[in-house]
């Protein structure tokens, strides 16, 4: 059964870090195309970055240039998200997700997370407040 399980969620001051994970079970993510996507109250979702799993480009959404760092690590089956410098906009539900279809842009995936990826976690809630 394909699952994907995110942690590392909580409650942070501004400028802080959060380093989130997402396990995934069930299948192997060597070859899979990764991303993480955010929803905050009232808005859409978005994709924050995403990678393929090939090319090396990670593709990071302007607003979080600079400060988020998205990495896998294919022996332990899991997927990160560093987050630094946190600000009270990046307060949302985090959710990660992977695509069967691997060789596809990291600008693709976050571009396009409701049709370009297969399996979703059920999200974990960051909140950056004082």
């Known amino acids: 059964q394909v699952q994907l399980v995110e942690s590392g969620g909580g409650l942070v001051q501004p400028g802080g870090s959060l380093r989130l994970s997402c396990a995934a079970s069930?299948?192997?993510?060597?070859?899979?195309?990764i991303g993480w996507f955010r929803q905050a109250p009232g808005k859409e979702r978005e994709g924050v970055s995403c990678?393929?799993?090939?090319?090396?480009?990670?593709y990071y959404a302007d607003s979080v240039k600079g400060r988020f760092t998205i990495s896998r690590d294919n022996h332990k089956n899991a997927m990160y998200l560093q987050m630094n410098s946190l600000k009270p906009e990046d307060t949302a539900v985090y959710y990660c997700?992977?695509?069967?279809?691997?060789?596809?842009?990291?600008?693709?995936?976050?571009?396009?997370?409701?049709?370009?990826?297969?399996?979703w976690g059920k999200g974990t809630l960051v909140t950056v407040s004082s």
């Open positions: 997700a992977t695509a069967e279809r691997g060789y596809y842009s990291g600008g693709y995936y976050c571009q396009n997370g409701d049709f370009g990826m297969d399996y």
């Open positions: 069930g299948f192997t993510l060597d070859y899979y195309g």
């Open positions: 990678d393929s799993s090939s090319d090396g480009k990670p």
